[in-house]
């Protein structure tokens, strides 16, 4: 009999938060300088309920607008970076944000209000609702802000770089 690997509890989970914000520190300092980019940055840790503590990175300088031009694609690719360099599990990635003049908390409000605005459209009209293809994550924050919403139900559909959310009158059964 092959033995499985143990299944890591939320505990095991948890970050040190002052061995990660070394390492991203020290990440961030070679990151930048390498890129040659005029940023600082400023790392706030706060306390998680279950996870031990989130880290938020927040950048500002002459270039932000750089890690923000196409729907911050350079911001997002150093996070996805650092994930990476500091071995993060992937149920840790939420823990580790980067963000550039509210960029990340504006985006979040704007899925949150064009998910609540689908939802009443979708159950007014009974006719479903797509959405343009997008990440994982803001999929993710699709389906959590529509979670329990009366008169709706969510989907993902499509594959890669295609895949989109999609809503649902909660009655319909066709896709």
Known sequence: MIP??????????????????????????????????ELTYKITVTPAAEAGADLAVDFDGPDSAL????????????????????????????LVRFDCGEFR????????????????????????????????????ILHLELTGAAGVRTSSDGAGERRHVIIYPATSTTK
Do not use: W
């Open 67 to 94: 890690l923000l031009d196409r729907q911050a694609e350079l911001l997002v690719a150093l996070e996805y970076i650092a994930h990476r360099c500091l071995r993060l599990d992937p149920r840790q990635h939420d």
């Open 105 to 140: 908390s504006t985006r979040l409000e704007e899925l949150k209000l064009s998910a609540r605005v689908a939802a009443q459209r979708v159950r007014e009209t009974g006719q479903q609702f797509r959405f343009n293809p997008m990440s994982a994550r803001e999929r993710r």
């Open 4 to 37: 499985q690997p143990a299944r890591q509890s939320s505990t095991d989970l948890r970050l040190d938060a002052a061995k990660t914000e070394s390492e991203l520190r020290r990440f961030l300092d070679q990151a930048l300088a390498s890129m040659q980019l």
